[in-house]
């Protein structure tokens, strides 16, 4: 145990949901101090950025997704994403399923670059982070509550949509990212 960590006295579930858990742990702190501390506790997902063309082309067209969130009140640009179906379900697997859920397309080529807590100030979620390529035209199946628009775009200009304001969701922020600054390393 780290000297940092505190100890979890005791658990707390206030409310299970279909996406998420919200609990209230009670926790010994490195000092001795005792406090409740309430977190949300999600299962995880997958995101992925899918390239139309190959990802080291000159100027490769990439999807993204354009969709109303409620709790932002607005539509967001975001790469696809998702929940695995099962806790077992591999994260690979995963990615793969929800790239053809949401856009259309399979990838026969599929990376996973790397994992990103979203909000760990009082969440548990970790979203794994992949690129995807060599796509062919699958089958689409929304979600009974997702309405979502899937715009192809250049790679570049997705970075301008993020370097001016307009992609402001964090797994796709980061997504774009890494594969801008880190993607031709590896």
Partial sequence: MSPLEPEREARRRIYRGRVIDLNVDTLRLPDGTVMEREYVAHAGAAAILPFVDAPGAPEPRVLLLRQYRHATGGELWEVPAGTRDAPEEPWADCAHRELEEETGFRARSLRQLTR?????????????????????????????????????????????????????????????????????ER
């Avoid at 979502?148 to 775009?153: F, L, N, S, T």
Wanted: glycine content about 4%; hydrophobic content about 50%; proline content about 3%.
């Fill in 116 to 184: 990103i807590f979203t909000a760990p100030g009082f969440c548990d979620e970790i979203i794994h982070l992949f690129m995807a390529w060599d796509l062919e035209p699958g089958h689409r199946n929304l979600d009974d509550d997702e309405f979502v628009e899937v715009v192809e775009m250049r790679f570049s200009e997705a970075l301008e949509m993020v370097r001016d304001g307009r992609i402001i969701d964090a797994k796709s922020v980061a997504t774009l990212l890494w594969v801008d600054r880190f993607a031709a």
